[in-house]
């Protein structure tokens, strides 16, 4: 059968497929061929949202970090108290797991938290709270309980997360995956920030989905009539989450604690449930007739690696806000290419991060941190 080679300029551009034909698909502007599996004619017409990127590079000299054990083979976190949400699935479930073996005590945070102590059972050193990150009372009464217990947090990673379709609003008219990526870890830091240990990190789990949108700040919420796009929205929340992360370690420094942000890569999770398979074979996220993970794409342990690195590694020292991706502090995005990983520069612009920090505060009526 004869391979047609169909070029277009970037993975937003409309590319269509002779009939009858096998297709390659090939982008012109960063020379990634995709997987053969356009079957209807039509391939790649919307933005890849997840990423090809390679595992863990090395994060020390000489030693390959591919998951997150090889990030805490040699981290004794014996003492260490984390929280972990979302800590019972996917990306947060390995990242539990992980921080577990190396010593640490986890509580995980929980919408299904019969789940979560199911998903959790063989651990030692684990505990499981109920929380609703769209509710913002809530999240008050965990970070109160939290503080209430007395014992100082080590680590804090806000891994909960959705892939919503169509929009969803919540608590006060709020699109939902700003409310859970965004407001509802904003008011658990900010609200557990009391409690953070000397030397304490928070990490929220970005996403090279920023790539997708800046900040919406006339309509951050989508209410104008047609307004809403899921991988907008998507994007600008984990945006937020990044300069979140951004203004928050300029906060916490003075008391010798910081933030950063991750992109964990392309891993296939419960994440994307909602995400038909055929829109996901659509991006190329799933291959062959087993519809298995396209090339390039992590296991949920590969995908747990930068955020426990960036939760403890020594080398984050005088980076604090940084945004990293494959065990690394990423470089600036030199594409429009998802798949080439980077940070755009909106995600680093710090009186940005301070605008998004105080309309935080505004809507959800968390003051001052600290
Ligand atoms: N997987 C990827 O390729 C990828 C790429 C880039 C970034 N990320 C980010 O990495 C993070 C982890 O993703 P994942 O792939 O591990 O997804 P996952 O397996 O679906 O885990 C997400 C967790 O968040 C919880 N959660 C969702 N809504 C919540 C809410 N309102 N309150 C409390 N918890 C809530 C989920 O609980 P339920 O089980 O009850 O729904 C689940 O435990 C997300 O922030 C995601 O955006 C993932």
Redesign the pocket.
């Known amino acids: 059968m004869r391979r047609p080679e169909i070029s277009g300029a970037g993975f937003g551009a409309e590319w269509s497929c002779p009939a009858g034909t096998e297709p390659v698909c090939r982008c012109s502007g960063c020379d990634i061929e995709k997987p053969p599996d356009c079957s209807t004619g039509a391939c790649l017409s919307s933005p890849i949202i ?1 990423l090809s990127t390679p595992a863990g590079r090395s994060p020390l000299p000489g030693r390959r970090a591919d998951t997150a054990d090889d990030v805490l083979a040699d981290t004794d976190l014996g003492g260490r108290f984390a929280v972990v ?2 800590g ?5 479930l390995e990242m539990t797991r992980s921080l577990v073996r190396a010593g640490a005590e986890v509580l995980v ?4 938290p019969d ?1 979560a102590r199911e998903a959790l059972a063989d651990l030692p050193r684990v505990s499981v709270a109920a ?4 509710d913002q009372a809530d999240v008050r009464r965990l970070a109160g309980e939290v503080r209430a217990a007395g014992r100082p947090v080590d680590l804090v990673i806000n ?5 919503r379709g169509p929009r969803t609003a919540v608590g006060p008219g709020w699109e939902a995956h700003l409310a ?2 965004h407001l ?1 870890h904003f008011t658990l830091t900010a609200l557990l920030a009391p409690a953070l240990a000397e030397g304490a990190r928070v990490v929220g ?1 970005s ?1 090279a ?1 920023h790539f997708l949108s800046d900040m919406r700040w006339e309509d951050p919420h989508f209410a104008q009539p047609d307004a809403y796009d899921q991988w907008t929205a998507y994007g600008q929340s984990k945006t937020a989450v990044s300069l979140a992360a951004l203004h928050l370690d300029g906060l916490l420094a003075p008391r010798g604690a910081h933030a950063f942000s991750v ?5 296939l ?3 994307q449930r909602e995400v038909p398979l055929r829109t996901r074979r659509r991006l190329g996220w799933v291959v062959g007739e087993d519809d298995r993970p396209a090339p390039g794409f992590k296991t949920p342990e590969q ?1 747990a690696a930068t955020a426990v690195w960036a939760a403890t590694s020594p080398l984050l020292e005088g980076q604090g806000g940084a945004y990293c991706q494959d065990c690394d502090i990423a470089a600036p995005a030199d594409s429009d290419d998802m798949l080439r990983g980077g940070v755009k520069p909106w995600v680093l612009d710090r009186g940005a991060a301070e605008r998004l920090w105080w309309w935080s505060a505004g809507a959800t009526g968390v003051g001052a941190v600290l």
């Open positions: 997840l949400t979302g019972y699935s996917g990306l947060g945070p929980a919408r299904r789940r929380l609703d990150l769209t891994a909960a997360g959705i892939m859970v990526h509802g789990l996403s989905g992109h964990p890569g392309s891993i999770t419960p994440l995908g």
